[in-house]
């Protein structure tokens, strides 16, 4: 049976999204025992201290949506929220964004951890269009430079061109953090660094022997897996395809340096490639992001050192380690 798409306005959708965000950050942590034991009163003063202020429309906005989940682990919260189904606005073109960091300081590129387990995620081209940004590295942590490749597309058996890393060492890379199989999205999806890759190395239950093997096969060093199916995806060669069920590679972002200044600016995407997961189009989405300018529609700029933007960046968010506890 087809999911029920619900129709809903705008801004309440972009209330959603931004209160799923925050309830996955690390910063933030929706606290599940809370919910369950407080319900509503936690969940309201949650998004107040959170999102909000909050109008009357969003606290009933937030009522309504408890009536269709009840009170019940956040977790289960996600699906209804990704249900939600806005009319989509369009961009003309793709946005130039400075990557900065929770503060809205401009990231520096050679400050970014090679092999970082950390998932460090940006939003680009729109609200909730969910990307990783990974330093790639061999075992012992040198960054590597990642060439430029053509990347097959299973399900077409077309390719396209993928242009490589950027950065001090051309090891930087962003790709779509949602599964292109089902749309699974971080801690279920991540990338997996060498030290818990190579051999003799502690690999994690949830890579299978089959991904490993595969991978070894096409000379990854590490990938992006999702735990949900078990897609992996060769981030040393445009997040291509390794094993399905996916039939598609991660989007890629493409990034720009400025050597300047060091600073990482998203820019475009590859219209030859699969669209993000559920998109027909990388240009169509829920909502702009909220620095987006629609009179100047981001046009390319290149910020002075020591600056802070006031419009056309992305945020840099950290949700954590994933292998922790292990």
């Known amino acids: 049976m087809n999911p029920v798409k619900i129709i809903i306005k ?52 937030l009522k309504g949506l408890l009536i269709g989940i009840g009170v019940i682990a956040v977790a289960s919260a996600v699906p209804l929220i990704n249900s939600l189904n806005p009319e989509e606005v369009t961009l003309k073109k793709f946005p130039w964004m400075i990557i900065v960091n929770s503060d809205g300081v401009p990231i520096e590129a050679s400050k970014i951890p090679v092999n970082d387990p950390e998932i460090l995620l940006f939003e680009y081209p729109m609200l909730g269009d969910i990307t990783f940004l990974i330093n790639m590295g061999d075992e012992n942590n040198n960054p590597v430079e990642i060439p430029p490749t053509n990347v097959l597309i299973p399900q077409t058996g077309k390719t396209y061109y993928f242009p490589g890393g950027v950065g001090p060492h051309k090891s930087i890379v962003a790709y779509s953090a949602i599964c292109q199989h089902l749309g699974c999205t971080p801690p279920e999806i991540h990338f997996y660094p060498p030290q818990y890759f190579k051999p003799g190395g502690v690999v994690p239950d949830f890579l299978p022997p089959s991904a490993y093997q595969a991978a070894i096969s096409v000379g990854a060093k590490s990938v992006i897996h999702c735990d949900c199916h078990g897609s992996t995806y060769d981030p040393w060669h445009g ?57 100047t529609e981001c046009p390319k700029f290149l910020l002075s050192k020591g600056k802070k933007p006031t419009d056309c960046y992305t945020k840099i968010q950290d949700y954590g380690n994933p292998f922790q506890g292990e």
């Open 239 to 295: 997040a291509a395809v390794i094993t399905g069920p996916t039939v598609r590679p991660l989007p890629y972002v493409q990034l720009y340096w400025d050597p300047n200044t060091d600073y990482l600016y998203a820019i475009s995407m590859n219209t030859n490639a699969p669209p993000i997961m559920d998109h027909t189009s990388d240009l169509e989405g829920a909502a702009y992001l909220d620095s987006y300018n629609e009179n």
């Open 10 to 61: 705008r801004d309440d959708f972009i209330f959603a999204k931004r209160l799923l965000w925050k309830m996955r950050n690390k910063e933030t942590r929706f606290d599940e025992k809370k919910f369950m034991k407080e319900g509503k009163d936690y969940l309201i003063d949650y998004a107040e201290k959170n999102v909000g202020p909050l109008d009357p429309s969003k606290r009933a906005f």
